[in-house]
T-cell receptor, first 113, second 111 residues
């Protein structure tokens, strides 16, 4: 089945220790998104790629970076995690930008000690 | 004021009840309205979407949009324990880059 796979599902890190979360997709979608979702809050878009074009949200902290080495993979790097970065990180894909239909991965839950 | 407001709940109802989930929004330019369902420890999955005002039915689920009131609803008939999840409304302006999500309503259907 075509899908969006996120790894790891659960990540525990120490304050300030860099973390990388990965996302892969077999849908051959052009657009890949990273969302941050905190408990009982709306998913917050951090950035998205249309193919190799990177689009950063204005309020995404510099602490968050992303890489998309090819169509199938996208990475979220958190350079110096703080306690406030503990959240579920969701990867999603769509065929085009501005799509109303996103396909989400199961998420990576980050805990910062 | 948030662009999209959704009552976070939690909402707990007995099996078989009719459930009504709602969102209000402030931007009249929104044109596509979606409902995503998110099970515990999973990513959201699209349940239904509608374009502009009106109703759309899919099995036990009905999505309703009232653009004049800036109000959308999701009705679940004959609710089942398997419907227990967080329901997120989302909307987008045609041509815009991104969806705007509500914060989600946590729903529990009790057997």
């Amino acid at each position: 089945d075509a899908m969006v796979i996120q790894n790891p599902r659960y990540q525990v890190t120490q304050f300030g220790k860099p973390v990388t979360l990965s996302c892969s997709q077999t849908l051959n979608h052009n657009v890949m998104y990273w969302y941050q979702q905190k408990s009982s809050q709306a998913p917050k878009l951090l950035f998205h790629y249309y193919d190799k074009d990177f689009n950063n949200e204005a309020d995404t902290p510099d602490n968050f970076q992303s890489r998309r080495p090819n169509t199938s993979f996208c990475f979220l790097d958190i350079r110096s995690p703080g306690l406030g970065d503990a959240a579920m990180y969701l990867c999603a894909t769509s065929r085009v930008t501005g799509a109303n239909v996103l396909t989400f991965g199961a998420g990576s839950r980050l805990t910062v000690l | 004021q948030k662009e999209v407001e959704q009552d976070p709940g939690p909402l707990s109802v007995p099996e078989g009840a009719i459930v009504s989930l709602n969102c209000t929004y402030s931007n009249s330019a929104f044109q596509y309205f979606m409902w995503y369902r998110q099970y515990s420890r999973k990513g959201p999955e699209l349940l239904m979407y509608t374009y502009s005002s009106g109703n759309k039915e899919d099995g036990r689920f009905t999505a309703q949009v009232d653009k004049s009131s800036k109000y959308i609803s999701l009705f679940i008939r004959d609710s089942q324990p398997s419907d227990s999840a967080t329901y997120l409304c989302a909307m987008i302006i045609q041509g815009a880059q991104k969806l705007v999500f509500g914060q989600g309503t946590r729903l529990t259907i009790n057997p």
